[in-house]
Nanobody, 122 residues
Framework: QVQLVESGGGLVQAGDFLRLSCAAS????????MGWFRQAPGKDREFVAA????????SYGNFVKGRFTISRDNAKKTVSLQMNSLKPEDTAVYYC???????????????WGQGTQVTVSS
């Protein structure tokens, strides 16, 4: 079993950037597909990005449009999400997740962090 802890959220202005990090403990981190999801108030949890065990394959939600980049460091057991050109509609709680396949369905991921708040002001 793996435990996930996100960090790096905060309050920024539109057009700014943030880098989210997720630190893993327990389990075999390098075996997992790692993903980022987000959830805004009153909305369903939404797929943001995912990366396979080696970092050689990634997937992004349609709304990302080149603004976000997911990466991982297996030696440090971390996965990061670089978010550029942030928009007010990016405001949400961002969650790190671990699973076995690169899919955009939240239910396919077995382990979740507690989330980190990202707020983008206009």
């Amino acid at each position: 079993q793996v435990q996930l802890v996100e960090s790096g959220g905060g309050l920024v202005q539109a057009g700014d950037f943030l880098r989210l990090s997720c630190a893993a403990s327990g389990g075999t981190f390098s075996s997992y597909v790692m993903g980022w999801f987000r959830q805004a108030p009153g909305k369903d949890r939404e797929f943001v990005a995912a990366i396979n065990w080696s970092g050689g394959s990634t997937s992004y939600g349609n709304f990302v449009k080149g603004r976000f980049t997911i990466s991982r460091d297996n030696a440090k057991k971390t996965v990061s999400l670089q978010m550029n050109s942030l928009k007010p509609e990016d405001t949400a709680v961002y969650y790190c997740a671990a699973g076995w396949r690169i899919v955009q369905t939240a239910g396919a991921y077995d382990y979740w962090g507690q989330g980190t708040q990202v707020t983008v002001s206009s």
